[in-house]
């Protein structure tokens, strides 16, 4: 996930922006919908998805395979 689109910013670090291409797709679509909908909101804020090719994860138990 890239830094920053139309619809949100990305808060983590980059090693920890890992998505399949429909995820990242549908986050920054869905992101890009909402702020048209609701200009006065601002930006949504996206933090943490998953590392690279997924795998551990310290505490977050459910990206052991990069697909949520």
């Given at each position: 996930?890239?830094t920053?689109?139309?619809?949100?910013?990305?808060?983590?670090?980059?090693q920890?922006?890992?998505?399949?291409?429909?995820?990242?797709?549908?986050?920054?679509s869905?992101?890009?919908?909402f702020t048209?909908?609701?200009?006065?909101?601002g930006?949504?804020?996206?933090?943490?998805?998953?590392?690279?090719?997924?795998?551990?994860y310290?505490?977050h138990?459910?990206?052991?395979?990069?697909s949520?």
């Amino acid at each position: 996930l890239p830094t920053s689109g139309s619809g949100f910013i990305r808060q983590s670090r980059a090693q920890r922006a890992y998505g399949s291409g429909l995820l990242i797709d549908f986050l920054k679509s869905s992101s890009d919908r909402f702020t048209a909908s609701n200009p006065t909101c601002g930006k949504l804020v996206i933090n943490e998805i998953a590392v690279q090719n997924g795998g551990r994860y310290g505490n977050h138990r459910s990206h052991q395979n990069g697909s949520d």
